[in-house]
């Protein structure tokens, strides 16, 4: 699976952003799907989950309320809604496919990995 994000840029606090994130192959139906993220000097983070069905997801505490992921199997592609953004959440949005059986909120689970599209949020 090759995995292609996109949508990040400049946003004023209070703002949103939708990313999105195309893959490549036919199998993307069966992999759960993560956005991470990693601001400069600091370790990547979990951001979002969603199942290979899209009936599970998870949010880390700080995005919980402003953030939605979802995905479209038919069009092979999985978003994420930023709504309220923070100066807090600059940082390089990653996205990644794991094809585990249940959705997992590590990194090291994840098989494939996006290049990365840079979100940054001025105050």
């Known amino acids: 699976v090759q995995l292609q994000a996109s949508g990040g840029g400049l946003v004023q606090a209070g703002g949103s952003l939708r990313l999105s994130c195309a893959a490549s192959?036919?199998?993307?139906?069966?992999?759960?799907m993560g956005w991470f993220r990693q601001a400069p000097g600091k370790e990547r983070d979990i951001v979002a989950v969603?199942?290979?069905?899209?009936?599970?997801?998870y949010y880390t505490d700080s995005v919980k309320g402003r953030f939605t992921i979802s995905r479209d199997n038919a069009k092979n592609t999985v978003y994420l809604q930023m709504n309220s953004l923070k100066p807090e959440d600059t940082a390089v949005y990653y996205c990644a496919a794991d094809p585990g059986l249940m959705p997992s909120r590590y990194a090291k689970t994840y098989d494939y990995w996006g290049q990365g599209t840079l979100v940054t949020v001025s105050s």
């Open positions: 969603i199942s290979w069905s899209g009936a599970i997801t």
């Open positions: 192959g036919r199998t993307f139906s069966s992999y759960n």
